[in-house]
């Protein structure tokens, strides 16, 4: 059930609910505007991944400015989004499960749908959901190209499971998935560039393997909003599958450039809209955002544009602030913008989007495909 919307369309934003999860409007379509820019420029295609905004209306954002469609995780999100209208939706994962893959295979009726596969078993079930519900499936092979996560191994037994989904009925090999996702947060640029370079060597090779046993693919997808370049100019890679550059988080903003300086390509768009509920303690403010309304999983949250104060920890309900020395303290019912470390799952706490420009509300957007459903 979604819960009461934290603010009406015209107010400004200091009268908003808290907490609240904001969209600076003017730095999200320039975000998209900037990745579509690129990805044209670049002749790759831009398959952004939802399991990040979790959104039909932001899917329809990114293909209106010319992706091909989108990337999720679960089955929940791809129902989601094709109910939404989105046309052509990967879910760039394993999906295990019989009720899973019945649900997988009917939304081959209102949209393209593909899944991913690591394992000859997976390949059969898949099989046996697309037989019974009378449509074919897209399945890509799934290589495991440095995370050590999901994934066959690249080469010939990547080769042995694409043959076996070509020739299995009601499926169509649709190509690889090779995802890096644990490089997209190395810092350094030479450090990303290594752990990528490794990734598209195994790629390469496999792509030409499967090319040597006459299978072809429609889809070389992977790269993130860390590694994106690097892969676009790998010329194996054909489709990019970032989900954060749409909204960027404290954690990505610590990459950094062959400069050596913060990665700035993308604007910070995504924010958690707290009130300060106590100053009581000398040096200290406490905000209402805590753990269920912000991630800490990749760092604490940053207060925007208020360098003297440092969110240090967070409890159920309340974030706690340290206020540097010399500096005030934030009066109560003062709001503070905070920038999370980990957007996606930040994402997942609310039911709410408020678009916010020029400081009013100028839309409420849901979350509609949050949840721990799968």
Known sequence: MLQHPPARIGM??????TPALLIDLDAFEANLDSMAAFAAGAGVKLRAHAKTHKSPVVAHAQIARGAVGQCVQKVAEAEILAWGGVPDILVSNEVVGADKLARLAALARICRI?????DAGQVAAIGQAA??????LRVLVEIDVGAGRCGVAPGPDA????QLIAATPHLRFGGLQAYHGSAQHLRTIGERARAIGAAIDATRRTVEQLRQVGLTCDIVGGAGTGSFELEAASGVYNELQAGSYCFMD????????????PVSRFQHALFVLGTVMSAAQPGVAVLDVGHKAVAIDSGMPVIWQRPELTYTGASDEHGTLRVAAGHAAPAVGSKLRLVPGHCDPTVDRFDWY??????RVECLWPVAARGGFS
């Open 354 to 359: 408020v678009g916010i420009r020029r400081g």
């Open 12 to 17: 400004r934003e200091h009268e908003v609910d």
């Open 250 to 261: 404290a954690d990505y903003a610590r990459n950094l450039d062959e400069d050596g300086q």
């Open 131 to 136: 037989a019974e519900a009378g449509v074919e």
């Open 159 to 162: 080769v042995a499971l694409a």
């Open 114 to 118: 593909a899944v991913c596969a690591d």
